[in-house]
T-cell receptor, first 112, second 114 residues
Framework: LAKTTQPISMDSYEGQEVNITCSHN???????ITWYQQFPSQGPRFIIQGYKTKVTNEVASLFIPADRKSSTLSLPRVSLSDTAVYYC?????????????FGTGTRLQVTL | NAGVTQTPKFQVLKTGQSMTLQCAQDMNHNSMYWYRQDPGMGLRLIYYSASEGTTDKGEVPNGYNVSRLNKREFSLRLESAAPSQTSVYFCASSGARTRGNEQFFGPGTRLTVL
C-alpha cells in the first residue's frame, strides 16, 4: 500500500480557501486517491476521491497532477465547522473490499 | 436508515478480561471492517470481511478475533484484554454501489483496559 505524507497541522481563518497537499511518490497504477474528514469523537467521513486531473463535488475539489505523485485537497471558504483532521489515502479497490491505510492526517484549525 | 451502529459506546475492562464489540449495518453492504485508533494517530485495520462467510487479517490482528455472523453483523472479540488494547474501535462497511474507497464508519467504541 502506498505511503502518504501530509502536513501535521494547518491553521486558517474563516472564509479563506484551504489547500492541503499530500505526497504519494510510490502510488501504483491501480490506486485511487481518497480523502476523509474526521471530527473529534466521530468516525471518519468520505469527502472526495479521484484518479487523475480534477474532481469537484459539493464540499471540495481534488487536484491531481499528471504524474499522480501528489494531490491537493481544496476546501473553498472554510468555516469553523471545517475544523477537523483530514486524511489522504491511496489504494486500489479491486473486488468488494478496500483495505485503507490511514496516516496521521492533517489537523486543520479554523478560527475567526 | 441507521447506517453503522456499534455497541457499547464505552467500556472499561481489567487486564485479562474478555469482551465482544458488536457492529451492525443496514445498508446491505458486503464488506465490513474493524479499525482501532490510538490517541493522535490514524486508524489501523484490525480485520476485515470482504463478504459474508469470509474474514481476513489487517495490519494489527494480534489479540483479536472476529466473526461475520451474517451480512449485517461483524463482531470483534478480545479474549484476554491488555492495556495496549486501550483505544477507540471503529467499525465500517462498504458495498458494491459505494464509491471505490468509500467506507461508512460507525460512532466508535471507547475501550479502556486497566
Amino acid at each position: 500500500l502506498a505511503k502518504t505524507t501530509q502536513p501535521i497541522s494547518m491553521d486558517s481563518y474563516e472564509g479563506q480557501e484551504v489547500n492541503i497537499t499530500c505526497s504519494h511518490n510510490n502510488i501504483a497504477t491501480n490506486d485511487y486517491i481518497t480523502w476523509y474528514q474526521q471530527f473529534p469523537s466521530q468516525g471518519p467521513r468520505f469527502i472526495i476521491q479521484g484518479y487523475k486531473t480534477k474532481v469537484t463535488n459539493e464540499v471540495a475539489s481534488l487536484f491531481i497532477p499528471a504524474d499522480r505523485k501528489s494531490s491537493t485537497l481544496s476546501l473553498p471558504r472554510v468555516s469553523l465547522s471545517d475544523t477537523a483532521v483530514y486524511y489522504c489515502l491511496v489504494g486500489s479497490h479491486t473486488g468488494t473490499a478496500s483495505k485503507l491505510t490511514f496516516g496521521t492526517g492533517t489537523r486543520l484549525q479554523v478560527t475567526l | 436508515n441507521a447506517g453503522v451502529t456499534q455497541t457499547p459506546k464505552f467500556q472499561v475492562l481489567k487486564t485479562g478480561q474478555s469482551m465482544t464489540l458488536q457492529c451492525a449495518q443496514d445498508m446491505n453492504h458486503n464488506s465490513m471492517y474493524w479499525y482501532r485508533q490510538d490517541p493522535g494517530m490514524g486508524l489501523r485495520l484490525i480485520y476485515y470481511s470482504a463478504s459474508e462467510g469470509t474474514t481476513d487479517k489487517g495490519e494489527v490482528p494480534n489479540g483479536y478475533n472476529v466473526s461475520r455472523l451474517n451480512k449485517r453483523e461483524f463482531s470483534l472479540r478480545l479474549e484476554s484484554a491488555a492495556p495496549s488494547q486501550t483505544s477507540v474501535y471503529f467499525c465500517a462497511s462498504s458495498g458494491a454501489r459505494t464509491r471505490g474507497n468509500e467506507q461508512f464508519f460507525g460512532p466508535g467504541t471507547r475501550l479502556t483496559v486497566l
